[in-house]
């Protein structure tokens, strides 16, 4: 399993951004897909998750703001966000997991200028 996240970049707060993740994975319409992010010097945080069929699930600091999405015919996992704050400044990394083993992308960095 292959993960390729990107979309990331510098915005002004309240601005903002589509991060994409490209996945290779014949059954990917059956994984749980989410995406963390990494500030410098704290932990992984799960952002949003979205399950095989669509429901989803976000972390109270972004609930309102992002939005995950996924193509299943194209292998792809979205996060639009919007109304982004100095404090979504971090790497955001696409996951999943798959029998008990967990898959990450390379991280893409978002920066938000206050």
């Known amino acids: 399993v292959q993960l390729q996240a990107s979309g990331g970049g510098l915005v002004q707060a309240g601005g903002s951004l589509r991060l994409s993740c490209a996945v290779t994975?014949?059954?990917?319409?059956?994984?749980?897909m989410a995406w963390y992010r990494q500030a410098p010097g704290k932990s992984r945080d799960m952002v949003a998750t979205?399950?095989?069929?669509?429901?989803?699930n976000y972390a109270d600091s972004v609930k309102g703001r992002f939005t995950i999405s996924r193509d299943d015919a194209k292998n792809m996992v979205y996060l639009q966000m919007t109304s982004l704050k100095p404090e979504d400044t971090a790497v955001y990394y696409c996951?999943?997991?798959?029998?008990?083993?967990?898959?990450w992308g390379q991280g893409t960095l978002v920066t938000v200028s206050s």
């Open positions: 979205i399950y095989s069929g669509g429901s989803t």
């Open positions: 994975r014949t059954r990917f319409a059956f994984n749980t």
């Open positions: 996951n999943t997991v798959e029998s008990r083993v967990a898959y």
